[in-house]
Antibody, heavy 120, light 111 residues
Framework: QVHLQESGPGLVRPSQTLSLSCAVF??????????WGWIRQPPGKGLEWVGY???????YYNPSLRSRVTISVDMSKNQFSLTLGSVTVADTAVYYC????????????WGQGTLVSVSS | QSVLTQPPSVSGAPGQRVTISCTGTDSNIGANYDVHWYQQLPGGAPRLLIY???HRPSGVSDRFSGSKSGTAASLAITGLQAEDEGEYYCQSHDSVLSGSVFGGGTTVTVL
């Protein structure tokens, strides 16, 4: 059973860059049939897809965030990362990393989530 | 405003059956993309309940079932239990956005 674990700062200043990593355990990122994504959830609100990456490096981003977001993969560390630039208080959320199943398009394994607050 | 529309809340007595709808458009559910359902218990991460519109992952109770027709999908919970209280989300793919879309979530309350 694959296990995912997010890590990164819990507080980011406005206009700065948010950076998170997701370590993948009991499964290789370079596995056919899967992609690796980020989903966020502002406090008290619903889920919002941020983007995902295939192990070959192809990326897909939410159009509303595309100008500010980058997702990358580090095969040597078996982890993938999220950077979100020019953050505002509206980017305050619990950020989840998750594994997606190619073909169906669902997320079958999720990390526990990490709260990132944007505040001065 | 979410691309997929869900009712804000549904409720039922223990043992009853409740259904949650998820309404989309011709660029997502209506374009024959699969619908998936997640359960999020208070303080926890989302958990996959239904994938491919009607399939249950191993370990998910058969009290949960999914269906899809046209531009809408639904999740049914039978034999409602107190442990089912939480938030439920639908998810699909949208061809215009070229990515995943979620419903706004539905709160299930056991009376």
């Amino acid at each position: 059973q694959v296990h995912l674990q997010e890590s990164g700062p819990g507080l980011v200043r406005p206009s700065q860059t948010l950076s998170l990593s997701c370590a993948v355990f009991s499964g290789a990122i370079k596995t056919d049939g899967y992609y690796w994504g980020w989903i966020r959830q502002p406090p008290g609100k619903g889920l919002e897809w941020v983007g995902y990456i295939y192990y070959n490096g192809n990326t897909y981003y939410n159009p509303s965030l595309r100008s500010r977001v980058t997702i990358s993969v580090d095969m040597s560390k078996n982890q993938f990362s999220l950077t979100l630039g020019s953050v505002t208080v509206a980017d305050t959320a619990v950020y989840y990393c998750a594994r997606g199943l190619i073909g169906y398009g669902n997320f079958d394994s999720w990390g526990q989530g990490t709260l990132v607050s944007v505040s001065s | 405003q979410s691309v997929l529309t869900q009712p804000p809340s549904v409720s039922g007595a223990p043992g009853q059956r409740v259904t949650i709808s998820c309404t989309g458009t011709d660029s997502n559910i209506g374009a024959n993309y699969d619908v998936h359902w997640y359960q999020q218990l208070p303080g926890g991460a989302p958990r996959l309940l239904i994938y491919g519109s009607k399939h249950r992952p191993s370990g998910v109770s058969d009290r949960f079932s999914g269906s899809k027709s046209g531009t809408a999908a639904s999740l049914a919970i039978t034999g409602l239990q107190a442990e089912d209280e939480g938030e439920y989300y639908c998810q699909s793919h949208d061809s215009v956005l070229s990515g995943s879309v979620f419903g706004g979530g539905t709160t299930v309350t056991v009376l």
